[in-house]
């Protein structure tokens, strides 16, 4: 038999002291536990990811030299359907987050409904070190070293941090070469020449936008002439960006890695999108009223907040300090349990990750579809689509917390782990 200790003993591999992302996942998960009925009797399903590999990723650099980076590919649950998930190249990925990110990605899939269970996939490495040539060959060798456990049918990789469609482009093209037929359905967020689908690129801050809508209206708060705070100025944070722009809001600060540019009349986005496509980043952006260093974007009053870069962002030490009524997760695992009883005492309405950024692997879903049966749609179809399963899983996360009286985040964790755990229990054990 088994001791409880045994039973929640973990990988010997994690650092029981600092389980860093997956041990935010971890407490997540015990705040959900003692809502999951008798399905909990399943819930160390939930704790260990299926399958987790790691690969060493070595290229010839342009002088000759040779470099090695460590890659990984993490499938956190395929009770639901294949791993569905993106790759992140960043100089800070570790083991602990691309867990983490996997099983977000199972919660995230649950959530909305889309018949995939959660994976993820990183390098270590800083991409703006690499020259383009370097790039395609550490994406082509990353593919061929996870292309043991990818397949359209097994585990569909997409683009997250500093991935894109050119990456999904070379990671598709290197397995087509390695199984010796195209599969155009391996990975999504292809560029559309290559089975890409419309609406894509957007989908992530439009579902943002979507869920921002549906959360302000409950908040009482009005779009329009709203004060609107980004952190972070990419796929997401820039996109959400324009939407709230356009619908009427004030976006008074957008940070990005080098610092923060603030308007309090609201910053002119698509001058700021011109100026990022030139120079780079926010920085000296000549249409900013000031300039603040990293730290100070706390300060800033708004009604709504949307983190869109990286985990752990708002934690115990600036949660206290953030005003705002409306926080949106456009990035995964952007706020600290710690810092989510902060807020919540605050009164300030977090809408959470697995459900505020869930726009993008909807639509990675709708190009899967497309992919497997060489019939597109048009992007008004799709955004109407990703509209509409936005609204739905709003407001169906939304009863749950009214009847159960906990946070939006519990109250998705609670929709999302009672749809896998139904599959886990249905499937049954094999042998
Ligand atoms: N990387 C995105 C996410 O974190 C999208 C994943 C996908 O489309 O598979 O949700």
């Known amino acids: 038999m088994t001791t409880a200790h045994q039973q929640h003993a973990l990988p010997s591999y994690l650092n029981p002291e600092d389980l860093g992302p997956w041990g935010v996942y971890l407490q997540q998960i015990d705040r959900v536990t003692p809502h999951l009925g008798s399905l909990s009797r399943w819930v160390e399903t939930l704790k260990r990811p299926k399958r987790i590999l790691t690969v060493d990723v070595p290229i ?110 070379w990671m598709m093209d290197s397995y087509a070469m390695i199984e010796g037929n195209l599969s155009t359905g391996v990975v999504t967020g292809k560029p559309i020449s290559l089975g890409g689908s419309l609406g894509r690129r957007e ?9 921002g ?67 780079g980043s926010v920085t000296g952006f000549p249409g900013a009223e000031a300039f603040l260093d990293r730290d100070a974007f706390w300060d800033i009053e708004t009604e709504i907040l949307i983190p869109a870069a990286l985990e752990q962002q708002i934690t115990a030490d600036n949660a206290q300090r953030i005003r705002t009524k409306i926080i949106l997760e456009g990035a995964n695992g952007p706020t600290t349990p710690e810092a989510d009883d902060i807020l919540t005492d605050k009164d300030v309405l977090i809408v959470p990750d697995v459900l505020a950024n869930a726009g993008g692997v909807t639509v990675s879903y709708f190009e899967w579809v497309q992919d497997f049966s060489s019939f597109f749609w048009s992007e008004d179809e799709i955004n109407a689509r990703l509209t509409r399963i936005m609204q739905e899983a709003f407001n169906a996360v939304w009863s749950v917390s009214q009847e159960k009286k906990v946070t939006l985040r519990t109250a998705t964790f609670i929709l999302a782990c009672t749809r896998v755990l139904q599959a886990r229990e249905v499937r049954g054990l094999y042998p």
Request: proline share 3%; hydrophobic share 40%; with cysteine.
């Open 60 to 169: 010839e650099r342009d002088d000759g030299s040779i470099a090695h980076y460590e890659g990984y590919r993490v499938q956190h649950n395929m009770s639901r359907g294949p791993g569905k998930g993106g790759v992140r190249f960043h100089q800070d990925v570790t083991l602990s987050e691309v867990m983490a990110l996997s099983a977000w990605m199972t919660v995230k899939n649950a959530a909305v409904n889309v018949p995939y269970g959660g994976a993820k996939g990183g390098i270590r490495v800083d991409p703006k070190t690499l020259s383009r040539g370097e790039l395609q060959r550490l994406t082509r060798r990353y593919t061929s070293e996870i292309s043991l456990i990818i397949g359209p049918n097994k585990d569909i990789p997409a683009p997250d941090v500093n991935t894109n469609e050119q990456v999904m482009a």
């Open 203 to 211: 989908a992530t801050g439009r579902g943002v936008f979507v869920v």
């Open 213 to 279: 809508r549906e959360a302000a209206v409950k908040r009482g708060v009005a779009i329009e002439g709203a004060r609107v705070a980004i952190q972070g100025f990419g796929n997401v944070g820039g996109v959400a960006a324009t939407m709230f722009a356009d619908a009427g809001a004030k976006v008074v600060a957008v940070q990005d890695h080098t610092g923060t540019v603030v308007h309090q009349g609201g910053l002119d986005i698509a001058r700021l999108h011109h100026h990022v496509a030139e120079c």
